[in-house]
């Protein structure tokens, strides 16, 4: 019982408000939904979030990436979840091995590797945690069991009281980490900084993330008068074509270092690890790949002493966000956690049940099969712009 058909959905999710950072705004989130059909009518769903400032990637190059791919003769007829999970691992896009940052098409796969693992999970009757665990067997940082996390809040940069209400809300949410977007023309982030700081108290973990914001020639200028608010790490202080001056600047910014748009692929990470670009790496589930890829950046930072985010991209619905569930709740030094955001984000979620952390960010782990969230097929249905099918019968 194989793979005989793949359907690649549009979607545009709708945002509760705007979503702003340093280089971008908008008011849908669009991401490429895969339907995978296994022979038998067994279906399961995966997502993947393709931003052309981050991977290259467009909705587009994305579905021609999975359209242009048969799966089908690779992945046979697997006789359990490890064999299933075991071929889905190994496969790869054409884009993606031919990108010297092995990134072009990483949404695209992420996509189509989330829906064949959710496919054959319910297949199997196997969650895709179980997956998980497969892929980190044998690894220090595998939980003896899943078990429970939480996620930080946000604050995004806007009008001075927008921000300070948004501040008291991660506050009194009880939060214990919360991330603060920098670096955005005209606001005064040093000011800023100082009011979060005494709104959320002296031992909440601050951290920033500067989206690409500041050349490498005034980074340390900029990076000074944050100081003072103890900021635990600073996420992609300089653009990715920039990024092998933080060889240099790193050690003299006295904040931690994250990459994130320059951390994609695995060469990305085999680079930084060996310029000594970064003190943490954030990883996404679709920036890098699927889960697949995404283990093995991470398996690459704890080997070589950083620390981990696992991050997401704002507006994914509940098909990444019970995705990164299931690897976070298998994960042990995981630094900090993002996502599940959807009841906060999206004004209608794809899937049920709802799967957004509680209080304090806090959140259990989710049982299968397969993802463990079901889509609806009308509210699929109202949020396609496009869809395309393709038979591998
Ligand atoms: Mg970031």
């Not at 906060?344 to 989710?366: K, Q, S, Y």
């Not at 609806?376 to 395309?388: G, H, I, Q, W």
Request: charge should be neutral; charged fraction near 25%.
């Amino acid at each position: 019982m194989g793979l005989v058909r793949i359907a690649c959905y549009h979607v545009a999710l709708p945002l509760k408000k705007p979503i702003r950072h340093a280089s971008h705004e908008r008011t849908t989130s669009d991401s490429l939904i895969v339907r995978a059909t296994l022979d038998g009518g067994i279906e399961g769903y995966g997502e993947g979030v393709p931003r052309s400032y981050v991977t290259g990637e467009t909705i587009e190059s994305a579905i021609e990436a999975v359209c242009g791919t048969d799966p089908a003769p690779a992945l046979g007829d697997p006789t359990d979840y490890e064999q299933a999970v075991a071929r889905i691992d190994a496969l790869t896009l054409p884009s993606i091995e031919a990108d010297p940052r092995g990134m072009f098409g990483n949404a695209a796969r992420c996509a189509l590797e989330l829906a064949l693992l959710d496919a054959f999970g319910r297949k199997f009757g196997r969650s895709v945690s179980d997956a998980v665990r497969c892929l980190l067997e044998g690894r220090s940082y595998l939980r003896p069991e899943p078990g429970p996390v939480r996620y930080s809040g946000a604050i995004t940069a806007e009008d001075p009281r927008k921000e300070r209400i948004s501040a008291w809300k991660m506050r009194i949410y009880g939060f214990d980490r919360v991330k603060v977007k920098v670096g955005v023309s005209g606001q005064d982030d040093p000011a800023r900084l100082r009011r979060f700081r005494r709104i959320l108290g002296s031992r909440m973990d601050l951290r920033l993330d500067a989206n690409e914001s500041w050349s490498a020639a005034e980074l340390l200028d900029r990076v000074a008068p944050l100081r003072g608010c103890r900021p635990s790490a600073i996420e992609q202080p300089v653009p990715h074509a920039e990024v092998e001056s933080l060889a240099e600047l790193r050690p003299r910014l006295g904040v931690p270092v994250m990459l994130d748009e320059s951390l994609c692929g695995a060469p990305d990470g085999r680079r930084a690890v060996s310029l000594g670009l970064a003190d943490l790496f954030n990883v996404r589930i679709s920036k890098c790949g699927g889960l697949g890829p995404t283990i093995r950046l991470i398996d690459l930072a704890f080997r070589s002493g950083l620390g981990v985010q696992l991050g997401c991209h704002p507006g994914e619905s509940g098909l990444l966000s019970a995705a990164g569930r299931h690897l976070a709740s298998n994960l042990i030094g995981l630094r900090y956690l993002e996502g599940s955001y959807e009841r906060h984000v999206l004004a209608e979620n794809p899937t049920t049940p709802d799967v957004t952390f509680g209080f304090g960010g806090r959140a259990g782990t989710i049982a299968g099969p397969g993802l463990g969230v079901e889509v609806d097929p009308a509210r699929l249905e109202r949020m396609t712009v496009s869809r395309r099918d393709i038979s591998h019968a």
